[in-house]
């Protein structure tokens, strides 16, 4: 079992910064291909990032691609998500999620842990 707990949501204007964090439990943290997906009111739950176990490879919604970068602390169980130059249309809850692999590569869907979510907002 993994649990995740996202932080550093908020309200900022269009152009401004975020760093989002996700503190996830347990000893196989190193394990898990970890990404971050975002949900719209009204829309679907859309994939944002996701990287390796190891840190080394990242993949990105076309969407994000250039302004978000996703990074990960194997030593503090952490996956963060920077995001820079938001737009309104970023406004969303985004969530942290895990999943177990053995191979070194991104995962950009069939997560099975989930996070609380945590709320962006993004002002124009």
């Known amino acids: 079992q993994v649990q995740l707990v996202e932080s550093g949501g908020g309200l900022v204007q269009a152009g401004g910064s975020l760093r989002l964090s996700c503190a996830a439990s347990g000893r196989t943290f190193s394990s898990h291909c970890m990404g971050w997906f975002r949900q719209a009111p009204g829309k679907e739950r859309e994939f944002v990032a996701g990287?390796?176990?190891?840190?080394?490879?990242?993949s990105y919604a076309d969407s994000v691609n250039g302004r978000f970068t996703i990074s990960r602390d194997n030593a503090k169980n952490t996956v963060f998500l920077q995001m820079n130059a938001l737009k309104p249309e970023d406004t969303a809850v985004y969530y942290c999620?895990?999943?177990?692999?053995?191979?070194?590569?991104?995962?950009?869907?069939?997560?099975?842990?989930w996070g609380q979510g945590t709320q962006v907002t993004v002002s124009s």
């Open positions: 990287i390796s176990r190891s840190g080394g490879r990242a």
């Open positions: 999620a895990a999943v177990f692999r053995y191979g070194d590569f991104v995962v950009r869907d069939g997560y099975d842990y």
